[in-house]
């Protein structure tokens, strides 16, 4: 689909300290239209099932470093957090961020195949996550994340979320690890020598 073009944003200017940031895509390559995923087309690095049922869309621009996510907040999603006044949970934000960032490492032209060989995504770190406006049922949000870089098997993002144009949520950088599917623990050590993580792979 053509005619979305990449979100202008300014993100934190210092969240790229201690990462190998992406590689751009070469020059010669021209830049393609914007990919808007649907359906069962909407796949992540992250066991999620039935991703689309949380995402109706997923637009990837062409930079191949960043995406947008649409959720419409179900109303069922919303009841029993607040008397009375029933607003989407934090919490489900936090899933549509990561959802969308593994939907955007699985489809990137920045990343070559043998990076995901038998490995998956997990959860490894939230940073700085900032909630700054209550999401009403029924309401579209937008989820954007934009690849930072990565420290060995761990990959870096920032990301936000806004709703009837604002900004409702903002994570400076969100970690996503890459682990063996199979049952146990990896134990995700960044090569700049900073503070591991241990994961259960189970």
Same mark, same amino acid.
């Given at each position: 689909?053509?005619?979305?073009?990449?979100?202008?944003?300014?993100?934190?200017?210092?969240?790229?300290? %201690?990462?190998?940031?992406?590689?751009?895509?070469?020059?010669?390559?021209?830049? %393609?239209?914007?990919?808007?995923?649907?359906?069962?087309?909407?796949?992540?690095?992250?066991?999620?099932?039935?991703?689309?049922?949380?995402?109706?869309?997923?637009?990837?621009?062409?930079?191949?470093?960043?995406?947008? %996510?649409?959720?419409?907040?179900d109303p069922a999603r919303c009841q029993g957090h607040r008397f009375g006044t029933p607003l989407l949970p934090g919490s489900v934000l936090g899933d549509l961020l990561y959802l969308t960032f593994g939907v955007l490492l699985r489809h990137s032209p920045l990343l070559p195949d043998e990076l995901f060989t038998g490995r998956i995504g997990v959860r490894a770190r939230d940073e700085d996550f900032r909630y700054r406006r209550r999401i009403a049922p029924g309401s579209e949000v937008t989820v954007g994340v934009e690849l930072l870089g990565r420290r060995g098997e761990l990959l870096a993002a920032h990301g936000w979320a806004t709703a009837e144009g604002e900004t409702v949520f903002e994570a400076r950088r969100c970690w996503i690890g890459l682990i063996p599917p199979d049952g146990g623990s990896a134990r995700l050590v960044p090569s700049d020598g900073g503070t591991a993580i241990e994961r259960a792979t189970a």
């Open positions: 689909m053509i005619g979305l073009g990449n979100p202008v944003r300014r993100r934190p200017t210092d969240v790229l300290r %201690g990462l190998v940031p992406w590689l751009p895509i070469p020059p010669t390559t021209p830049p %393609g239209p914007t990919t808007v995923l649907m359906g069962d087309e909407i796949t992540s690095m992250l066991p999620y099932d039935r991703p689309s049922d949380f995402l109706r869309e997923v637009r990837l621009f062409a930079d191949g470093k960043t995406a947008e %996510g649409v959720h419409i907040v």
